[in-house]
């Protein structure tokens, strides 16, 4: 089996994340890690067993022996790790959203096609082997033509004006926050499924809490919970808590969707129900095992995730048998096993998502940040 190298760029949640479910890999070596400081490298590396650290991401691009690069790190180091990564020829796998704007995006499209290089951006929700059961499904004609599609991304982890994330910051993660980090995969997500690209849409914007208390040391993502009144300090909020979405897509179809990071006990419920002429399907990310299928003349379904009942061609991302759970951390996985296959052999197919994904997405979030400041429908070319 090759071995591959790879290096991780961000010592935070995802980095945490992406480490420890690249080595469920069993082909590729993390043997380096990129932190904003050097001792939070050296700290993150020292418990995840990778060999070297450094805050120069320089240092992973020189090294030939690299292949390899995540960019882990706060959205507005995305476009410029990502690009410098590209240029050093190096295959990428970017957390979503790729970039600040549709135009950088659209410059790290280009710049990866330039110089024929391996692109891959996180939307790993994608696949969920009942999602992908979805998926074949919706192309085999279960549902007849889709009609309605609906539903929600919540969460609750930045309810409390004491809540505090480097997301909040617009100059740190865009002008769109709760669209930007989680409306972006529930987009993705619904045209994925149905094969249908939105075509307009219309938003509305929220913030609740437009001053936050900061604390005055960092805190990781989904934590902090446990600071005293004396750790904060009160900062403007310039950044979105819930939005809501109405869409047209393809010719017929319509739908809407809400996102939020302030709604009280959930605490990652991405949820979607597509209602096609024939049958609909409702699918829940907190519940990632369990399938509704719903009928008009007969009863309805609940379907528990068995790759061996499944289609084909969603039971090859089941890697475990019927009533052994395949999560979170089970879907980034997916993403690497594909983009690794590309990567140890170029002539494979791309199975994952791309920067061109990743394009589209910020196309949209751009138009969603247009229709509210409008408080009006927008077309999406």
Known sequence: MQRIKSAIVGTGFMGKVHTENVRRLGNV?????????????????????IPFATSNLNDVLEDREITTVHICTPNVDHFPMSLAAIDAGKAVLCEKPLAMTADEARQLVDAAKTKNTINCVQHNLRYYPVVQQIRQMILAGDLGDILIVQGTYSQDWLLYETDWNWRLDSKSNGKLRVMGDIGSHWMDMIQYLTGLQITALSADLATFHPKRKRPKGSVETFSGKKLQPTDYEEVPI????????????????RGAFTVSQVSAGCKNRFAFEIFGSK?????????PDTLWIGHRNEPNQLIIKDG????????????LPGGHSEGYDD??????????????????????????????????????AESAAKRTWVDVQ
């Open 238 to 253: 310039d950044t979105e808590d819930f939005g809501v979405v109405m869409l047209r897509l393809g010719n017929q179809t």
């Open 279 to 287: 049958a609909g399907v409702a699918w829940n990310q907190e519940q």
């Open 308 to 319: 061996s009942l499944m289609y084909p061609a969603a039971a090859a991302f089941a890697d």
């Open 331 to 368: 879907s980034h996985k997916q993403v690497f096993k594909r983009f690794y296959a590309k990567v140890a052999d170029p002539t494979a197919p791309v199975d994952y998502p791309t920067f061109e994904d990743g394009l589209r997405g910020m196309i949209l979030l751009e138009k969603v």
């Open 29 to 49: 070596d993390i043997v380096a890690v990129v932190g904003s400081r050097p001792e939070t490298a050296r700290a993150f590396a020292e418990r995840a067993g």
